[in-house]
């Protein structure tokens, strides 16, 4: 038996060990019913869509403007 076999033997037990202890404090958890994890797509409608590469992007472009501005500022003085 090598290390890999090894490993997904106790892989495959803590994942048996994890459910049955679930389903023991859970007992729903056994049905196959799907289980909703998000609200309607209604209660979705208000939420705000943002882009991390757009937050990133707009901060560095305020950091380069602010530069820019301090260096202009400089060269008045």
């Known amino acids: ?3 890999a076999t090894l490993e997904s033997i106790v892989d495959a037990a803590e994942l048996a060990y994890r459910r049955r202890f679930l389903i023991d ?3 729903q ?3 196959d019913a799907p289980i909703e994890l998000v609200g309607d ?5 208000g939420d705000e869509a943002i882009s991390v590469l757009d ?3 707009h901060d ?3 950091e ?3 530069g ?5 500022k400089s060269d008045g003085d």
Do not use: I, Q, R
């Not at 797509?41 to 409608?45: G, I, N, S, T």
């Not at 820019?68 to 202009?72: E, F, L, N, T």
């Open 25 to 27: 404090k859970y007992p």
């Open 1 to 3: 038996m090598n290390w």
């Open 41 to 45: 797509d209604d209660d979705m409608a």
């Open 60 to 62: 560095a472009a305020s």
């Open 55 to 57: 937050v990133v992007l």
């Open 68 to 72: 820019s501005a301090a260096a202009h």
């Open 29 to 31: 958890l056994a049905d």
């Open 64 to 66: 380069v403007d602010e």
